[in-house]
């Protein structure tokens, strides 16, 4: 009998109808909502005189237009002012759990639900936000929505989906010195190109993988989107059970033994077959960093920005007007460029062990005068985490600047922008024009090649570092 993968099982087991030659109706075991994506499809339900069907699945949070500093005072900015205000209204009139400012339990969305035991194994998981692969890391099928699927799951639990097909990529080997789990990644990205995983759910497994707590999963999973992938997961194991046991919204007793037994089941059978396999080395992999303006324009820190001879055809002039917009030239090392901003944070990096890892770097050390720096916890578990351990006062020592949780500079949303011209190396997912800000330039790195950026003042080589 051939086998299922991971993704097959949770797929089809949540498959309510099929339409022949078209999409399934899929049920939806968690929804998530945020400010953003929300505000038409609660006016959908209005118009059409219904209420949530299961209000109970559905749980809203602040984040992406939240301000990072005095969140205990009106919000100054009207646009996100409104957007906050809708959400808050939005929650409380059809009866959904909320975590706005200044609740012990907000945060960045993708954040907040696996620190509180929202997003179990099994799972299907869907979010007005394309970073809800995320979740993917406990073993779930979760992605991103738009709009109107918004309001498809708010009125019936449901929504419509074609099934994607299926990538596996089998990470092995140990990890060289200082190169993480985002480095990892967008050494993934740099070879799978934007588009290389489109129509695709990506399994991730291999020894690399098992090696990796669950806040590094997560960095990966997080980033199968700018691939161009659906969504991206990693079968639960022991690591997935430790992190789960005890959070507020697990099962607890009987119901989370259970609950171990049947996530013990969800993983690929030895016999599973994938459309599409790829095997990765991690021990080649280096600390990576980006040059361009899209995820896949990555490269080792100390390598070189391709020639123009190497870029195809098709995509010179788009690598020109890159290299224009981004103020570099082909073939040069970025190792040793000033930068004028670093942000530690996001739905990618804005974990305690980001933050902790940054510290360790940082300890004793000072930022660059050149350099404006901004700490962004994820949220407000993590805010206080940083403060029960000391790293806000390593921090603060250093010259950071700590902030309040949010989305805060991984996007223009907010007051947290980076002025145009200037360099940031940021530890978010992506660097798009204007993404940080209109005319801002992003080079997307992990926690230690930002620390050390930060250290230097220019792009630098952690492994340099003693």
């Known amino acids: 009998m051939k086998g299922l993968t991971l993704f097959d099982k949770i797929w089809d087991a ?97 954040v907040v639900g696996p620190e509180n035991g929202l997003s179990l194994p099994g799972m299907t998981i869907v979010c007005g936000d394309s970073h809800t692969s995320t979740h993917g890391a406990f073993g779930c099928v979760a992605f991103g929505i738009g709009t109107s699927e918004v ?40 070879k799978l190109g934007t588009g290389g995983a489109t129509g695709y759910f990506i399994e991730y497994a291999g020894e690399t993988i098992r090696n990796m707590s669950m806040e590094e999963r997560m960095t990966v999973c997080n980033m199968s989107i ?38 013990k089941t969800l993983k690929s059978d030895e016999n599973a077959s994938f459309d599409k396999e790829i095997v990765i080395d991690a021990g080649i992999v280096e600390p990576m960093i980006t040059y361009g303006t899209n995820p896949g324009a990555g490269m080792s820190i100390n390598g070189n920005i391709p020639e123009l001879a190497e870029i195809e055809d098709t995509s010179k002039t788009s690598f020109n007007k890159m290299m224009e917009y981004m103020g570099f030239v082909p073939g040069e090392k970025l ?27 940082v300890k004793g050390r000072k930022k660059a005068q050149n350099v404006t720096a901004w700490i962004v916890p994820g949220s407000k578990k993590v805010e206080k985490v940083m403060q029960e351990e000391g790293l806000i006062e390593i921090f603060n020592s250093a010259g950071f600047e700590v902030r309040q949780p949010g989305c805060s500079a991984c996007l223009a949303m907010n007051d947290d922008k980076i002025p145009a011209g200037k360099y940031a190396v940021s ?40």
């Open 226 to 263: 700018e691939a161009g992938a659906r969504g991206g997961m990693i079968a639960p194991d022991e690591k997935t059970f430790e992190y789960l046991k005890g959070r507020e919204y697990a099962p607890a007793g009987k119901d989370w033994d259970n609950a171990v037994e049947r996530w």
């Open 427 to 466: 530890t978010s997912n992506r660097n798009f024009e204007g993404r940080q800000g209109p005319g801002s330039r992003t080079l997307l790195a992990g926690p230690l090649v930002a620390a050390a950026a930060a250290i230097t003042g220019k792009v630098a080589d952690p492994r340099e570092f003693k």
């Open 14 to 110: 949540h498959t309510v109808t099929s339409i022949e030659d078209g999409p399934v109706q899929l049920y939806i075991d968690r929804h998530y909502c945020h400010e953003v994506t929300s505000p038409q499809a609660f006016n959908g339900l209005r118009n059409r005189k219904i209420k949530v069907f299961r209000p109970q699945r559905t749980f809203c949070t602040a984040d992406h237009n939240t301000p990072t500093i005095d969140q205990d005072k009106q919000v100054k900015d009207e646009v996100s002012r409104f957007q906050l205000d809708t959400l808050k209204k939005n929650a409380e009139e059809f009866g959904l759990t909320y975590f706005g400012l200044g609740h012990e339990k907000n945060g960045i969305v993708h």
């Open 151 to 190: 309001e498809m799951t708010l009125a019936s639990q449901c929504i419509l989906q074609p099934k994607p097909l299926k990538m596996r990529i089998t990470v092995d080997g140990k990890a060289a010195k200082m190169v993480a789990a985002k480095d990892i990644i967008l050494y993934i990205i740099s």
């Open 335 to 361: 190792i040793g460029k000033p930068i004028d901003y670093v942000f530690l944070g996001s739905c990618t990096n804005g974990r305690i062990e980001d933050f902790r890892t940054f510290a360790a770097f």
